[in-house]
C-alpha cells in the first residue's frame, strides 16, 4: 500500500515539475516597525498575553502570533536637530543593538533609512545637518558612503537587514537641503526640476546596499496611496532613470488614504504596469482608543477595538487577492503605556496593537497571521530562494509549517518534496 502511495506521488510531482519547471513561492512578511521598542521599553512598560500572563519579551509575543519581520527607521544624528521630537531617539547604536535583538529572536529586518536627523516624510525630507553645505556632487559621494558605512556596521554588528528603505516617504524626493530655505530641491509631477539630482541620490544609496548586502531587497517607499497618478509619474521616472530597486513600498492609513477601495485601486494600477515589482505595506495603522483632533480625518472605521480588528480583517483579506503584495508592517505596533501613562489625549499612542489599558494585545494582533495564511500562488520566475530557506508550502502556496506532518507533494528552498506517511 505505502508503494503505491509513493509511486502515485512520484507520478504527480514528475506532472507538477512538467507543468511549472521554473516556479517558486513568493514569500511573504508579516511583523510591524518597532523603532521605539528600547526607548519605550526605559519605562518599564507591563506586556501581557491574551490569558493574562507576563511577557518578559514583547519579541516573544510578536513570535507566537507569527510573526515573521520587524522594521527599525535609522536616522542620521537626532542630537543634531534641535528641539528633536523624543521619539526620534534611533541612531546608528540604538538601530545595531535593536536589529541585532530583532535577527537574535529570529525575525527578519527591514531598516528604514530616514537620511535625515528628524522625520522624513512627504512634508519634511532635511538635509542632515552635517550635510547641509554638500554640493550635490558631494552628497551623492556621501550617501554612497554613508548607506555603505551603516549597513558594514550592522553587519559587523549581527543585525544584517534582509530588506533596506533607501529613504522614507519619498514620494517628492529627498535631502531637500536645509529647512526653511527658499531653494528646496523637491520634486514634482509634470515638472522635470531636480528628478536627476533624486534619482542619482538614489541610485547610488542602492550601489551600496549591493555591494554590503548583496541579497538583501531594495524598497522604494512612497504614500501617495489616494493618487495613482503621481505613483506613477514616480516609480515611470525611477525606471527611467534605472534605479535599482526590488520592491514599491507603501503607506496606507485609513484616517489619511480614504478607503481600502481606494487602496485596491492604486494596487491594480501598480500591479499592472510594474509586473518585474512586489509590493509591501510598511506601514499601516488604525485607531482602538481615540482619534487625533484634525477635524480633515474621516476614518472609515470607529475607534475602538473591534473597529481596528475589523479593519484588519478587512484590509488582509483584500491584501491577499493580490499576488504581488508580500509584506504587511503595522506602525508602532509595539507601543504600551500599561501602567505607566493614563491619560489618552496626552500620553498614548492611538494605533498600536496592545492596549495601554491592561498592557494586553488587542484583537486585531491575532488577525495579522492570515496575511501569511492567504496564498500568493506560484511565481512563473526564478528567484533565489534567500529569504525563504527552511519554509515549507503545500503545492498551493499555503504555509506549512517547519516540519508538515501530512503525507503529500510540498515545496522547501524551491524544491518540490514528497512527504510520505510516518
Not at 527578519?108 to 542632515?128: E, I, N, R, V
Not at 509619474?233 to 507603501?250: E, M, P, Q, R, S
Request: with cysteine; charged share 20%; aromatic share 12%.
Amino acid at each position: 500500500m505505502r508503494n503505491k502511495y509513493l509511486a502515485r506521488m512520484m507520478a504527480i510531482a514528475a506532472t507538477c515539475i512538467m507543468t511549472f519547471p521554473t516556479t517558486t513561492l513568493a514569500q511573504k512578511y508579516v511583523g510591524g516597525d518597532i523603532s521605539n521598542l528600547t526607548d519605550n521599553e526605559k519605562k518599564s512598560p507591563t506586556y501581557f498575553d491574551a490569558s493574562g500572563n507576563t511577557i518578559s519579551d514583547p519579541l516573544e509575543l510578536f513570535k507566537a502570533e507569527q510573526m515573521n519581520a520587524m522594521r527599525v527607521r535609522l536616522h542620521v544624528n537626532p542630537s543634531d536637530y534641535p528641539n528633536n521630537d523624543p521619539n526620534v531617539c534611533q541612531d546608528l547604536e540604538y538601530v545595531k543593538a535593536l536589529g541585532k535583538r530583532i535577527k537574535d529572536a529570529g525575525f527578519k529586518l527591514m531598516l528604514d533609512f530616514h537620511y535625515s536627523d528628524t522625520w522624513a516624510d512627504p512634508a519634511k525630507q532635511w538635509t542632515p545637518k552635517q550635510w547641509e553645505n554638500l554640493s550635490d556632487t558631494e552628497l551623492y559621494e556621501k550617501i554612497y558612503d554613508y548607506t555603505k558605512d551603516v549597513l558594514q556596521q550592522m553587519k559587523d554588528a549581527g543585525a544584517e537587514p534582509e530588506f533596506i528603505q533607501t529613504g522614507n516617504e519619498i514620494s517628492y524626493g529627498m535631502l531637500w537641503g536645509k529647512e526653511g530655505s527658499s531653494n528646496l530641491k523637491k520634486c514634482f509631477m509634470g515638472n522635470d526640476a531636480n528628478w536627476n539630482r533624486f534619482t542619482t541620490l538614489l541610485s547610488q544609496a542602492g550601489k551600496a546596499c549591493r555591494e554590503v548586502c548583496p541579497l538583501a531587497k531594495i524598497i522604494l517607499h512612497t504614500e501617495r496611496t489616494t493618487q495613482p497618478n503621481v505613483l506613477t509619474n514616480f516609480y515611470d521616472k525611477i525606471k527611467t532613470a534605472n534605479v535599482d530597486y526590488d520592491i514599491i513600498g507603501l503607506s496606507y492609513y485609513p484616517i489619511w488614504h480614504n478607503t481600502l477601495a481606494t487602496l485596491e485601486t492604486t494596487l491594480n494600477t501598480l500591479e499592472a504596469r510594474y509586473t518585474d515589482k512586489d509590493i509591501m505595506i510598511v506601514e499601516t495603522g488604525a485607531a482602538y482608543s481615540w482619534l487625533p483632533g484634525d477635524k480633515d480625518y474621516t476614518p472609515s472605521y470607529e475607534a475602538s477595538e473591534a473597529g481596528q480588528k475589523q479593519f484588519t480583517d478587512d484590509l488582509i483579506t483584500m491584501l491577499n487577492k493580490h499576488n504581488k503584495v508580500t509584506g504587511l508592517f503595522w506602525w508602532w505596533m509595539d507601543y504600551n503605556a500599561y501602567p505607566w501613562a493614563t491619560t489618552q489625549m496626552n500620553d498614548w499612542w492611538y494605533a498600536p496593537l496592545i492596549d495601554s489599558n491592561t498592557g494586553k494585545p488587542l484583537a486585531a494582533m491575532s488577525s495579522l497571521k492570515n496575511f501569511l495564511n492567504g496564498s500568493t500562488g506560484i511565481r512563473n520566475t526564478v528567484s533565489d530562494n534567500s529569504n525563504d530557506e527552511g519554509q515549507w508550502f503545500t503545492i498551493s502556496g499555503q504555509p506549512a509549517g517547519q516540519n508538515p506532518n501530512k503525507p503529500g507533494l510540498y515545496i522547501r528552498n524551491g524544491k518540490k518534496i514528497i512527504v510520505g506517511r510516518k
